[in-house]
């Protein structure tokens, strides 16, 4: 089974709009972290945000921000005020004790963020 | 504070060569996991190291590849006889604990296999 579900292949944005990626997750733990990262073109992979299964609030960083809703276990990330740089693929990820807190990611999101 | 060093960032073999890729975590991290990505798919888990020992190598093909971590150096990872299908870029992440924390990527080494 999956433990991180991404549904989405690709989105389209327009620039400063905002846009959601969806991530689901699959964890029988009651402790975890979910975090998103951002692979430009260029390939490297960028730490984007983080939230902790006993966070109670959403975490935010600047333009980025994660709907954490536990009891379905999604942690959408929502991006402000999209910008062209932001076009890239979107990996969420989650570490837990149940796999031993090895990493592992969804397929990923290419967002095209359009002028 | 120096982020996590992947060496090198390109690299070109010929099938049946080695290929050595090397990876330097954050100062103070203990553990390093190693991941490969295909051209179009996400990162699939390869081994998992602390100083000294492999933890989890559940991910690792079981023939041509090896990694090790030795006391001192850096983390590597060894393919030997590549073929084709090992072009991929292999990534090493590291964090300080083993919990739920932050993981922090290197850049990647891009191989390929001519």
């Known amino acids: 089974a999956q433990k991180i579900t991404q549904t989405q292949p690709g989105m389209f944005v327009q620039e400063k709009e905002a846009v959601t990626l969806d991530c689901t997750y699959d964890t029988s733990d009651q402790s975890y972290g979910l975090f998103w990262y951002k692979q430009p073109s260029s390939g490297e992979m960028i730490f984007l945000i983080y939230q902790g299964s006993y966070d109670e609030q959403n975490a935010t960083e600047g333009r980025y921000s994660l709907n954490f809703q536990k009891a379905r276990k999604s942690a959408n990330l929502v991006i402000s005020a999209s910008q062209l740089g932001d076009s890239a693929m979107y990996f969420c990820?989650?570490?837990?004790?149940?796999?031993?807190?090895?990493?592992?990611f969804g397929r990923g999101t290419s967002l095209i963020v359009h002028p | 504070n120096a982020g996590v060093m992947q060496n090198p960032r390109h690299l070109v073999r010929r099938r049946g060569q080695e290929a050595r890729l090397r990876c330097s975590p954050m100062k103070g991290h203990s553990h390093v996991y190693w991941y490969r990505q295909l051209p179009e798919e996400g990162l699939k888990f390869m081994v998992y190291?602390?100083?000294?020992?492999?933890?989890?190598e559940s991910g690792m093909p079981k023939e041509r590849f090896s990694a090790e971590f030795p006391k001192e150096g850096p983390s590597i990872l060894r393919i030997q006889q590549v073929v084709r299908g090992d072009s991929a870029a292999y990534f090493c992440?590291?964090?300080?604990?083993?919990?739920?924390?932050?993981?922090?990527f290197g850049e990647g080494s891009r191989l390929t296999v001519l």
């Open positions: 992440a590291s964090s300080p604990y083993q919990d739920t924390g932050e993981l922090f």
């Open positions: 190291l602390q100083k000294e020992n492999i933890i989890d």
């Open positions: 990820a989650m570490r837990e004790r149940g796999g031993s807190y090895i990493p592992t």
